[in-house]
């Protein structure tokens, strides 16, 4: 673990962000829980993706179970594809992933993509070892594994269930009903916040590879020929792009431009996409993600999933590796289509036009009195090959005969016998089956993102300070209120404003414990923005001091005007100095 | 289901509140999607139940995760003790809740508490058979099933999980860190809003009996010698009780008292419960429950969980029936105790007295050359035996002999052998596990009784209307904004006006599509507290039109006073007669 990682697992755990779960018990890896200024910090960075995704863009919010049952993972492609290559030691029993140690050792990169028995021959040819324990791995088996945690639902076993392993497809099953809410209408979106969960081989990095994780997703559903994003708020937006064309050249580097001219020059293909960087690098920022710390990096061919034509990730350096913290990708039909064809349901959208199109329509109406005797049982057959012919190639009947094949077999038929004709039909509309773009938000990373982002070191009055420089927004606590001491009725008074507070809407927290100077230094530690001490002063003129994390500045502010002051503080209308 | 029941269903699915996930695949029974009103509505209902029993009672939150390890359930009794009894129909392969075939059909209760084989013998001797093909069911076996969904962590099954059947065990596993940030002083508070499963045999009545669901729970950790609540805030609050004397009573009715009252006549026996039922009521009230559908049941004997000793459940008329909507427990220290046991760590707080207690500490110090010679091997057993009878039994040493019994010998040894004394020991503090008061919240079943309460049916223009009386603060949607038209600049003004009120702080909803009374109608159904349109005369005077769902009476307001004039009526400052 980098220096970076150490010191934030060790905050993290003692000030109550996030810790490993139920390790009373020796816990499980994969499986964090967020303490109370990580269960507030995440909760408002989930309000702020709520504000910015679902609210100020006028999407649909949905929640959806965690568990659902097999046929959706079916026609998802999950339970065929969702695995991972793992090879399993048979001295300490630990499972390791295949490809990854054959990467490990070797020069080969996208091992994933072979078949599992050249990954047990190449485990062999390097005589690989298990990283655990060091025994022999040549000969073992090496098997897909399903990453999906499964279970049953009911009694028995005849109705398995799993683990969404990500939100998107509760959001796509219920395709049919969400666009009645949408009253028919592309484009529109859906957006949802929840769990999902992978069974990983190997979690690890706190937050970052974990088992259990929330996501934020949102599925926009677009007409793939008519619709766009008014591009207009976003266009001045500077990126900072990691292209593929960058990635495989050795001298590639980040490129910066603006929103606009990465649309006008084609770096970014899909405009929606282009749209939702634009966003997104204004909320990472607004957040508390260090933009120096960050870039788009675009998923070369081999890396985009089977359904995916352009996907980019936004990327945050953290302890010296570039992790994934948000994918954006166009998913195309694939999903719908998917649901639609296992479900026999109707997954597309009737798109009317704006006035009735005439087309020329090609059928047939053939003579079964001359196919019956001259085809015998076959002719019913050769109808309908007849039309599905007049339909997909009408050039076919320009001649005198016409010709279809019905496993391997030539039947010619006169087109006098056919009945071809083109009439005009009058068609108000058609069935369209959405573009999905998917912006989708791995939460805790983000947190974990935020966080290391925010931790600073400096000194004062001598001392070594760890503080953490959220964005007030962010932060789990707005403001500290301190009596200076617990007596003289400093308690009562500070009591007061505390409750002054938040009524007017701010997290709040009340301490008397220890010297002012500790006291700041846990707020420090978890981010609160200012601090606010009452002391003997407060009783004579009714002011207080008001401290400012970052800065450590203080000035006094009369108590009726100090709600007021936090507020342009907090808002950046203001700043200490002329407070 | 009820008449009620139905409206519901009907409405919930067709305007997006709530309705059966995956139905495209004929869904799994037990399971909910909230479609964008109803998580909105639950969103709010959370943001709500935060607000009163987190923030203002300055208590803490958590978020842990849904899967947590084996060793978890172990001790908390879930893997052994969370059963139901069920027995499987030999010819269609329904399972059966086995206790209710029964009570169902004799007159026997709490069927679940007689053992497996008699249940199976009643079943026979009734002549019971599948309700849903009627075949016979006697001498089919009665197993109990584990209501937890059990699943498995990482490849293999050498490390089974759980989902969580409360999110109560999440807080409990983490108490020894959670008691370092409340800083080893009781009492404290930890809430956690998630998700808890239970595979239900026969999932039923919407929300009511679901499979996945939301809890919002708090485990109050309490001092049980010293600490009590402060019953001023809520002594004067009025409670419609059915206490257990009352449900076993043949005349017995609900009774209604203050909390001061019940707790000073002894009806609510826990302060801690009573505090809670008081300033639950007033929430449940703010939040749109009715009140002349509301009550408070008491646990009778049998109906109390193992580790319980007082609990009050909150109840909601439902179609006819009285549903529990929220538990308040007492569970004393039975969670903490068994992960103590379970886990050897330390699950106490350590109490530091006012002034060190100087205590009399009876110990012995064996002189075990002489225990040796006479004992042999047993000598050391003996050893520890008289250390425990010392402290236990300090008198037996009052003799000139003490007798220990060892797996069923007594051994006598002299007591000036024993080296008993009584020393004068100073202690600081002691270690307390503490009691836990636990309201435990669903929030599904909350969601779906405070539309069901809201649900109106009245008439307006000679037409059936259909509106949810929701309070602004629940609602979705808080303004409809509609131009009366789209042409004429109306629905650019009207966007304008929509803007402002979003950049207010309000969920607003903008509305151009059909005539202006079915807009009203649509968002009537959807519970939206006020709508306002803009209409030629906004152009001329700069007024929009407000009309308010409940009474439908409009008003004309001035567009800079439309912000500050709802938030008024919102808050009930105001009403629309002296708008």
Redesign the interface.
């Given at each position: 673990m980098s220096e970076e990682g150490k010191r934030l697992a060790e905050l993290a755990?003692?000030r109550?962000f996030f810790?490993p779960?139920?390790?009373?018990?020796?816990?499980?890896?994969?499986?964090?829980?967020?303490?109370?200024q990580?269960?507030?910090l995440?909760r408002n960075l989930e309000d702020a993706w709520r504000d910015r995704f679902v609210?100020r863009e006028g999407h649909?919010?949905?929640?959806?179970?965690?568990?659902?049952?097999e046929?959706?993972f079916e026609?998802s492609g999950h339970l065929d594809g969702f695995d991972d290559m793992?090879v399993?030691c048979p001295e300490c029993?630990e499972?390791h992933r295949a490809d990854h140690l054959v990467e490990d050792a070797t020069a080969l990169e996208e091992v994933e993509a072979l078949p599992l028995d050249e990954v047990q021959d190449l485990i062999a040819d390097h005589d690989l070892t298990c990283p655990n324990c060091g025994t022999a791995l040549a000969g073992e088996p090496v098997e897909q594994?399903n990453l999906m945690?499964?279970?049953?639902?009911?009694?028995?076993s005849?109705?398995p269930?799993y683990?969404r392993p990500e939100t998107a497809q509760?959001i796509f099953?219920?395709f049919?009903?969400?666009k009645?809410?949408a009253?028919n209408q592309l484009p529109f979106g859906?957006a949802q916040i929840g769990?999902a969960?992978r069974?990983e081989?190997s979690p690890r990095k706190s937050l970052i590879r974990v088992?259990?994780f929330t996501q934020a997703e949102l599925e926009h559903f677009v007409d793939p020929e008519t619709d766009s994003p008014d591009l207009a708020p976003v266009e001045d937006v500077e990126l900072t792009l990691y292209p593929a064309s960058e990635q495989t050249d050795d001298d590639g580097e980040h490129v910066t431009m603006t929103v606009g001219e990465a649309v006008e020059r084609g770096v970014v293909g899909n405009e929606w996409i282009a749209y939702y960087l634009g966003r997104a690098k204004t909320w990472f920022e607004r957040i508390g993600v260090d933009m120096e710390r960050f870039r788009y990096r675009q998923h070369l061919g081999g890396e985009l999933a089977h359904y995916a034509s352009e996907c980019w990730d936004a990327e945050a350096e953290l302890g010296g590796d570039w992790v994934e913290i948000t994918g954006f990708g166009d998913r195309a039909d694939y999903d719908l289509k998917k649901?639609a064809e296992?479900?026999g349901?109707d997954f597309s959208v009737f798109k009317q036009y704006d006035e009735p199109k005439v087309v020329e329509k090609p059928t047939v109406d053939p003579e079964m009195g001359y196919l019956g005797p001259e085809f015998g049982g076959t002719a019913g057959e050769i109808a309908d090959a007849l039309e599905t012919l007049a339909e997909k190639n009408p050039q076919s009947f320009e001649g005198d005969e016409v010709t279809v094949e019905l496993d391997d077999e030539a039947f010619t038929v006169p087109v006098e016998k056919t009945g071809f004709s083109v009439e005009e039909v009058k068609e108000t509309g058609e069935h369209v089956t959405p573009q999905v773009i998917e912006p989708s938000f791995g939460v805790g990373r983000l947190v974990y993102t935020v966080v290391a982002h925010a931790l600073e070191r400096d000194e004062v009055d001598g001392e070594e300070r760890t503080y953490l420089s959220l964005p007030p927004e962010m932060a789990p606590t707005t403001v500290g209120v301190f009596p200076l001491m617990d007596k003289d009725g400093l308690g009562e008074r500070a009591h007061e404003v505390a409750a002054d507070l938040?009524e007017a809407g701010m997290?709040v927290t009340?301490d008397d414990?220890g010297a002012i100077g500790r006291r700041y230094r846990r707020q420090d530690e978890i981010g609160t923005p200012y601090c606010v001490t009452v002391d003997y002063d407060t009783l004579e003129d009714d002011t207080v001091t008001v401290r400012e994390r970052d800065t450590t500045a203080q000035t006094r502010v009369p108590v009726d005007e100090l709600s007021e002051t936090l507020q342009e503080l907090r808002d950046g209308d203001r700043s200490l100095d002329d407070a």
């Amino acid at each position: 673990m980098s220096e970076e990682g150490k010191r934030l697992a060790e905050l993290a755990k003692r000030r109550g962000f996030f810790f490993p779960s139920a390790s009373v018990y020796g816990g499980a890896a994969g499986f964090y829980t967020y303490g109370p200024q990580g269960a507030s910090l995440k909760r408002n960075l989930e309000d702020a993706w709520r504000d910015r995704f679902v609210f100020r863009e006028g999407h649909m919010e949905l929640e959806g179970p965690d568990v659902m049952p097999e046929a959706v993972f079916e026609a998802s492609g999950h339970l065929d594809g969702f695995d991972d290559m793992i090879v399993e030691c048979p001295e300490c029993g630990e499972s390791h992933r295949a490809d990854h140690l054959v990467e490990d050792a070797t020069a080969l990169e996208e091992v994933e993509a072979l078949p599992l028995d050249e990954v047990q021959d190449l485990i062999a040819d390097h005589d690989l070892t298990c990283p655990n324990c060091g025994t022999a791995l040549a000969g073992e088996p090496v098997e897909q594994f399903n990453l999906m945690f499964a279970t049953n639902i009911g009694p028995g076993s005849s109705s398995p269930g799993y683990l969404r392993p990500e939100t998107a497809q509760g959001i796509f099953v219920e395709f049919p009903q969400l666009k009645e809410y949408a009253r028919n209408q592309l484009p529109f979106g859906v957006a949802q916040i929840g769990k999902a969960y992978r069974n990983e081989i190997s979690p690890r990095k706190s937050l970052i590879r974990v088992r259990e994780f929330t996501q934020a997703e949102l599925e926009h559903f677009v007409d793939p020929e008519t619709d766009s994003p008014d591009l207009a708020p976003v266009e001045d937006v500077e990126l900072t792009l990691y292209p593929a064309s960058e990635q495989t050249d050795d001298d590639g580097e980040h490129v910066t431009m603006t929103v606009g001219e990465a649309v006008e020059r084609g770096v970014v293909g899909n405009e929606w996409i282009a749209y939702y960087l634009g966003r997104a690098k204004t909320w990472f920022e607004r957040i508390g993600v260090d933009m120096e710390r960050f870039r788009y990096r675009q998923h070369l061919g081999g890396e985009l999933a089977h359904y995916a034509s352009e996907c980019w990730d936004a990327e945050a350096e953290l302890g010296g590796d570039w992790v994934e913290i948000t994918g954006f990708g166009d998913r195309a039909d694939y999903d719908l289509k998917k649901h639609a064809e296992h479900s026999g349901e109707d997954f597309s959208v009737f798109k009317q036009y704006d006035e009735p199109k005439v087309v020329e329509k090609p059928t047939v109406d053939p003579e079964m009195g001359y196919l019956g005797p001259e085809f015998g049982g076959t002719a019913g057959e050769i109808a309908d090959a007849l039309e599905t012919l007049a339909e997909k190639n009408p050039q076919s009947f320009e001649g005198d005969e016409v010709t279809v094949e019905l496993d391997d077999e030539a039947f010619t038929v006169p087109v006098e016998k056919t009945g071809f004709s083109v009439e005009e039909v009058k068609e108000t509309g058609e069935h369209v089956t959405p573009q999905v773009i998917e912006p989708s938000f791995g939460v805790g990373r983000l947190v974990y993102t935020v966080v290391a982002h925010a931790l600073e070191r400096d000194e004062v009055d001598g001392e070594e300070r760890t503080y953490l420089s959220l964005p007030p927004e962010m932060a789990p606590t707005t403001v500290g209120v301190f009596p200076l001491m617990d007596k003289d009725g400093l308690g009562e008074r500070a009591h007061e404003v505390a409750a002054d507070l938040r009524e007017a809407g701010m997290a709040v927290t009340y301490d008397d414990s220890g010297a002012i100077g500790r006291r700041y230094r846990r707020q420090d530690e978890i981010g609160t923005p200012y601090c606010v001490t009452v002391d003997y002063d407060t009783l004579e003129d009714d002011t207080v001091t008001v401290r400012e994390r970052d800065t450590t500045a203080q000035t006094r502010v009369p108590v009726d005007e100090l709600s007021e002051t936090l507020q342009e503080l907090r808002d950046g209308d203001r700043s200490l100095d002329d407070a």
